[in-house]
Structures are given as C-alpha cells and as structure tokens.
C-alpha cells in the first residue's frame, strides 16, 4: 500500500472542521491526519492487501467463535 504524505504547516492550517469537509468532498480517498498536522493520502486496499484483510477477519471471527461457551449467546 502507498500512501503520500503532504506537508501543510506552514503553508495551511487544516482545522478539524475543514478535515471533516476534505474528507466528506472526496469520500472515494482515505485520508489521514498525523500528529504533525502532515495530511496522509493513503492508497485503496486491493489485491492482496484485501484478500490478507480478510484472511485475519476471518481467523479472528473463528477464534472467537471456538473461544465463545455454548450457552452464551449474543
């Protein structure tokens, strides 16, 4: 996974209110925001990103599953 990370300070403060509104305006990109105030454009999982994802998705559910006593029910 790439992602790319853009330097504001100085150039721009990005409040959380104008974060808020990037990330609404483009709901298609992640981003993210570092404690540096630096705005992380990270690129969509796929491929093998993806199906790894889903593997520990997986395994997790399976493991709570066979951890869960049978007469706790949710």
Do not use: H
């Amino acid at each position: 996974m790439n992602a790319y990370t853009i330097k504001l300070v100085p150039v721009v403060a990005l409040t959380d209110e104008a974060f808020y509104r990037l990330c609404r305006a483009n709901p298609d990109v992640k981003f993210e925001r570092s404690p540096q105030w630096e705005l992380i454009v990270m690129s969509p999982t796929g491929g093998e990103g993806g199906r790894r994802n889903a593997d520990i998705t997986t395994d997790l559910n399976l493991s709570l599953e066979s951890a869960q006593p049978a007469w706790l029910c949710f």
